[in-house]
């Protein structure tokens, strides 16, 4: 009577331990499955990264494309040869030195239709002035929203004439959805 | 004979508690093997896409790297320059193995400027592999432009 307690008793263990060895088995082929999928995601955030410098560097490389004048104080006329980089310089020492952004609304517009029309499609690009000893930027083209999103974002130093260092940052934010989508 | 008896009847019963055990490990066995086969043949297929993606990009740099060397009066190429340089045969020798196509075309604003450089191969594609690069080049007018250089390759 008790060899045969005994014997069902090693029984019941042996299943017991068969079904914890299957858990286990699901457990690691989940883990196992969801392998691929995380070295995907890896490798797609790496080259978002690397397309906004390209962009930055490439926009800021190109002419304007349209002839400009303002009123700085002065009539400054801009050529449509003129590169976006040397527009912005300008802007920004204006700006350093306490202009009003205003001035600058025709070649802002300018600026962030070529920056729109090279961002990648679904992503919208957002234009950043900073000063070295400004805690806000001196402009914002267009005003960059505060919810959180996934974004990238790149920068260039530049020295202006008189030694003052600009700090041009591109981000690059997912679209909004719009109302009809 | 009574001895014998028993003996044989533990037997036969021992076999037939051991099913629920022996199954329970097959099966936790099989979805070993089957997963871990499984996620070494993705992880194989994902190699093989890297190293199409590597050389796409690859590709694409070098394609930039032609089309700025082909210019001789400006640091940047002119549109011109870009029409005359013989890509095809460039990416012939670079690409053999796998096909492709390649365009080169304004970025932002309205152009009907482009440049398309393919070869001519229709298959069951298996691989695909995508690289964008930007540059710049001078347009007709005198304007740098920014230009997008769209390389698309595939495997059979």
Redesign the interface.
Known sequence: MSGENEAEDSGQLAVMDAVVFFAGAILISAGLLSLPGQIRGNSDTNDATIDVARLLDTVLASSIGTNLTMDTGRPVTVSRQALVRDCLAFEGEFLIRGGEPEVFAELNLAVTAIFDGCAPAGMDAYLLLVYRSCSEPLLALPHLPDEEATRAASSVELTLDDGLELLIVLVLSPSAPSELD | MTCAMRSDE?GVA?FF??L??????L???L??VS??L??SA??AG?REN?RLEKLTDRAADMIVEVIGSSTTSYD?PTMQSIERSNLFEYLNDLLRSVHYALNISK???QSDWYVMVKDCFTCEVSQTAFA?????AIDGS?????LEVRLIVWRE
Do not use: H, I, K
């Open positions: 533990s021992g508690e051991d629920p055990v022996l199954a329970f490990v099966c936790g066995v979805l070993l997963s871990s499984w996620v993705q992880l994902l890297e940047v970025r932002g604003g964008s690069r930007l540059l710049n005198g304007l740098v432009v920014v």
